[in-house]
């Protein structure tokens, strides 16, 4: 019982709280494997329409994390370095989907870049259509996925230290050298982090995509998708689709944790 | 401004989520429960993670002994309807909330199946009923009360020029579904087969609202839903009858669930859809009689 005699433990009630939030999240887990249909798992989530599925989500959640990677890294540089004017004001409003109901995303998209959407009908007289293509999904998957990567960067570029940069600058290194050899090294637990929630935040997008997109096997019928339409006529799918899925996340978000723990300071 | 110290942000934030969670405990009392219990019952954290509460709550008035709610699971489809009988209802029976949830058919089955407190279930398909029926948890047999035909919508503007059924099948034009797993979509690709034709969609909805509002938003150029759907939709979306969905006719069967809170409360209501008030309101909305 050396918890005990430790003079900074914690109090017994954060233990208790601690273990009912734990609660909370790991007994409906615990419930959805107990509902498996084991013998035939397999089956399910091998047929075709799972496996479709399946593809459609990782080349969909692989390209939005990308896009977050490309467009989240000069989001979060620029919130964390620059200043001007009315920064406060669009931070929150770059960070506004992860509190927005994903379906509300959805409709903004879909009046963004719908057949008679702000932009979409420009790029329909372009004969681009965006609407009910693969392409939706991922638009929809990078919206709610990008504030992710960007918080979990800024947070880690507003924690380092300037002193390197300043010491790379006095030694003559150009702005591009400095960011791609001292910066963005420095900040790569964060970047990692960002990045892997984007993915998991991707992968688990069904608001959004349903609302934007539209749902048709193998185009935009992603994993969460599938799940929502199998549960009307085949339940134990959905429920072996829903166990799939969540593996998955748990190893993305397992690898996060582990990485970010590496590479953190061993003071810590 | 002052800056907020800890001990007043204590004595902020904890009677702020006390009064929440009580509010949130006695409405979940007030709309599942069911039974004309005391004003004293405790509010119970069990009840408000069991079931799915119902979308409104009765939870502003004291009960007295005379109060009582009737809770009606109903399909989404029936959503204007019901509110609307379910106020009438109310208005010929003092001191009786009716909520109601809203939802698919077969997610109101498979909540009732788990154990969720409804007193009365209304299907928009006899399959979905006859999933709650086998569980043996219809009081009785179910009845039907309504039914409902697909129609063509199409966006005011028509940019498809889409008069017929097989129309749909033009491939420059964007059609959207549902997917053959829900009763729209079966009846679609019922329609389908007796047309002899074959829709290519460039989506397969869940939901039929789903497919209406991507024709109202002119995403799609047209879709097939219920001539209720595109009665309820004011102008949204332009219906266009074909033939062959008189073949295709869905059946909305409704039924007491059995062990219901309120199971008299329950047939009351069940006979006063199917009697002529029922009739009227469903008949304006356009649904068909069985």
């Not at chain 1, 900040?187 to 608001?207: D, I, K, M, N, Y």
């Not at chain 2, 800890?6 to 004595?11: E, S």
């Not at chain 2, 503007?157 to 797993?181: K, Q, R």
């Not at chain 2, 074959?198 to 939901?207: A, G, L, R, T």
Request: proline share 7%; with cysteine.
């Amino acid at each position: 019982m050396s918890r005990r005699r430790d003079p900074v433990g914690l109090p017994g009630g954060v233990y208790a709280l601690a273990l009912v939030g734990a609660g909370l999240i790991l007994l409906p887990l615990a419930a959805l494997v107990t509902r498996v249909d084991w013998p035939n798992f397999w089956p399910l989530v091998t047929s075709e329409a799972s496996r479709a599925a399946f593809l459609l989500s990782v080349k969909t959640s692989g390209t939005a994390t990308c896009l977050c990677v490309l467009l989240g890294i000069p989001m979060a540089l620029v919130l964390a370095r620059a200043r001007f004017p009315g920064q406060s004001v669009v931070r929150a409003l770059v960070l506004l989907p992860l509190v927005l109901p994903p379906v509300v995303g959805g409709l903004a998209l879909l009046y963004t870049f719908g057949r008679r959407g702000l932009l979409g009908r420009h790029l329909e007289v372009m004969g681009l259509r965006i609407a009910f293509s693969t392409t939706a999904v991922v638009l929809a998957q990078t919206f709610v996925a990008l504030p992710f990567l960007v918080l979990s960067l800024e947070g880690a570029l507003r924690m380092l230290p300037r002193h390197y940069e300043e010491v790379a600058a006095t030694l003559g290194a150009g702005r591009w050298a400095m960011l791609w050899h001292i910066t963005l090294p420095l900040v790569l637990p964060g970047l990692t982090s960002g990045l892997v929630l984007s993915f998991a935040r991707a992968l688990g997008e069904f608001g959004a995509t349903l609302t934007f997109a539209g749902s048709l096997q193998g185009v935009t019928r992603t994993l969460p998708l599938e799940i929502y339409l199998e549960r009307e006529s085949d339940p134990d799918a959905a429920v072996a689709l829903s166990l799939i899925l969540v593996a998955v996340a748990l190893a993305v978000v397992g690898l996060a944790t582990r990485r970010a723990t590496a590479n953190s300071d061993p003071g810590d | 401004m002052t800056p907020i110290t800890q001990p007043r942000l204590r004595a902020r934030f904890l009677p702020l989520c006390l009064g929440l969670a009580a509010s949130l405990g006695l409405a979940a009392c007030g709309g599942s429960a069911g039974s004309t219990t005391s004003s004293s019952a405790p509010p119970s954290s069990a009840a408000a993670t069991t079931a799915q509460a119902p979308a409104t709550s009765a939870a502003a008035a004291t009960p007295t002994p005379a109060e009582a709610t009737l809770t009606v699971y109903a399909a989404a489809s029936l959503t204007a309807t019901f509110t609307d009988l379910g106020a009438q209802f109310e208005a010929v029976h003092p001191g009786v909330t009716v909520t109601f949830n809203f939802a698919g058919s077969s997610d109101l089955a498979a909540q009732i199946i788990e154990g969720a407190p409804a007193d009365v279930f209304a299907s928009a398909d006899e399959n979905n009923m006859s999933k709650v029926t086998a569980e043996n948890l219809i009081a009785g047999a179910p009845v039907l009360f309504a039914t409902n035909s697909l129609m063509i919508a199409v966006p005011p503007d028509n940019p498809g020029g889409v008069t017929s059924l097989a129309d749909l099948t033009n491939p420059d034009l964007a059609v959207v579904v549902c997917a053959p797993e829900v009763p729209c979509g079966a009846a679609a690709v019922k329609v389908e087969g007796i047309a002899g034709i074959d829709i290519q969609p460039v989506s397969e909805e869940s939901k039929v609202t789903d497919v209406l509002a991507k024709v109202s938003s002119g995403d799609a150029d047209a879709g097939l839903v219920y001539s209720t759907d595109v009665q309820g939709a004011n102008g949204a979306v332009v219906g266009i009858a074909f033939p062959e969905a008189a073949q295709a006719v869905n059946n909305y069967p409704i039924g007491v669930v059995a062990n219901a809170p309120q199971a008299a409360l329950a047939q009351e209501f069940v006979d006063f859809v199917t009697g002529p008030t029922g009739a009227a309101v469903l008949a304006a909305a356009g649904f068909g009689q069985p």
